[in-house]
């Protein structure tokens, strides 16, 4: 169950800030996502209503219960596991923020939301009814809905921040990096991300590069300057993301495996398990219950 927003064009002013909201999503888990990172300006806000789950950020495990509440910000490695037999539903906010507190006009809320990268805790604002109120103006399209749903979302981020100062959560690692300004255009982060989030069996730089309308040397270098990171260590990061999760169901073959992933053998695909994690996807599969 998925009901998805994408590509919009919402825009809005906050504490002199723009704010773009790309993609709004609520989804019930039916599969792990794999580990993977957001761009410089690039946040998302993850609320779960209803289920159980894991979250695994920046090298710690996080128990997802009914009322979490986190954000993932710019180069926070994150994945999300369901619990099989009641798993996670999740509201999740994707915005792209340009500029810098630095230079703009004073904002509280600005300042601390951009300033905290990642932060895990509970709700303390009933960010569910707000929430299902923007899913509603979305689905209706009734006049004023875009006017509407620019509110609602700056009364989202108060809701975040407020939850931030109220909370007993955890994270809320502050970094200059974070208020960096993103050259990057929106729906670009939005293209690299997903590919490599979703599509990690058929990763293949030329088909990003036709996706970017950019050549595959302009490609390369584009990943170097937004991740540090060239294509190969990008798929090879994205595959062994999701090669720990598929790890975790031991009905799976090694063989199955290395298919999912786009191995041509599972030979290839432990060689290269192997030379990642320093050791075998039989011996890593031990690691499991």
């Known amino acids: 169950m998925k009901t998805a927003y994408t590509n919009m064009n919402i825009h809005f ?10 993609n709004i999503i609520f989804e019930r888990f039916t599969r792990p996502i794999p580990s993977h990172s957001h761009g410089n300006g690039c946040y998302e806000i ?9 979250l695994q950020a920046e090298g710690r495990y996080y ?38 507190p630095r230079t703009k006009k004073a904002s509280c809320v600005m300042d601390a939301f951009i300033a905290t990268p990642f932060w895990f805790g509970q709700d303390t604002q009933n960010i569910r009814a707000l929430m299902e109120k923007l899913f ?43 208020l960096e300004r993103n050259n990057l255009a929106v729906s670009t982060s939005v293209i690299i991300e997903e590919y490599f989030l979703y599509e990690y069996s058929t990763l293949s730089l030329q088909e990003l590069a036709g996706r970017l309308k950019l050549s595959p040397r302009q490609t390369q270098r584009l990943l170097l300057e937004y991740y540090g990171k060239s294509f190969q ?37 432990s060689s290269a398990f192997r030379s990642y994690f320093h050791t075998s996807p039989t011996e890593y599969r031990k690691r499991f219950p």
């Not at 993850?46 to 894991?54: F, K, L």
């Not at 906010?93 to 340009?98: A, D, G, P, R, T």
């Not at 609602?152 to 200059?176: A, K, M, N, P, T």
């Open 136 to 178: 509603s103006e979305l689905k209706n399209r009734e006049l004023g809905y875009q006017e509407l749903v620019c509110l609602l979302l700056s009364q989202l981020l108060i809701s975040v921040v407020r939850s931030f100062e109220q909370g007993s959560g955890s994270g809320g690692r502050r970094s200059d990096e974070a």
């Open 233 to 269: 260590q990008k798929k090879t990061e994205a595959r062994m993301s999701a090669a720990t999760i598929l790890l975790a169901d031991k009905a799976r073959s090694i063989s199955s495996i290395a298919e999912a992933l786009g191995y041509c053998s599972s030979e290839h695909f």
């Open 13 to 22: 002013i906050m504490g002199d800030i723009p704010v773009h909201a790309l």
């Open 63 to 100: 128990d997802i219960v009914p009322g979490t509440l986190f954000v993932t910000g710019p180069h926070v490695e994150h994945a999300q596991t369901p619990l099989l037999h009641d798993p996670m539903q999740e509201y999740c906010v994707y915005l792209k923020i340009s500029g810098s």
């Open 46 to 54: 993850h609320y779960i209503p209803e289920g159980y789950g894991t």
